[in-house]
């Protein structure tokens, strides 16, 4: 079993800036792959960005040269950098992660972006 927590989200004016943290504990293998997810209200669950163990990364094409995605294996850690949001970005974004004993999710952490 693994657990994830995560931080970081919150209400920011377009243009602006958040970084996203999450916190992984449990049975964690070497291989891996951790990311993020979105979920805009009305919409389905999509992928923002993942990283695997290997350092190998894949955006959506939405976010591509906006957000970064990064990693701390020696913590179990995995960041999204997010610069230049726009309202679009506007959603509950999840923690994934992911090794050959399984998948889990975090609780989400919610994403406003407005004026």
């Known amino acids: 079993q693994v657990q994830l927590v995560e931080s970081g989200g919150g209400l920011v004016q377009p243009g602006g800036s958040l970084r996203l943290s999450c916190a992984a504990s449990g049975r964690i293998l070497n291989l891996n792959t951790m990311g993020w997810y979105r979920q805009a209200p009305g919409k389905q669950r999509e992928l923002v960005a993942t990283?695997?163990?290997?350092?190998?990364?894949n955006y959506a094409d939405s976010v591509k040269g906006r957000f970064t995605i990064s990693r701390d294996n020696a913590k179990n850690m995995v960041y999204l950098q997010m610069n230049s949001l726009e309202p679009e970005d506007t959603a509950i974004y999840y923690c994934?992660?992911?090794?050959?004993?399984?998948?889990?999710w975090g609780q989400g952490t919610q994403v406003t972006v407005s004026s």
């Open positions: 994934n992660f992911l090794q050959p004993t399984g998948g889990y």
């Open positions: 990283m695997n163990s290997g350092g190998s990364t």
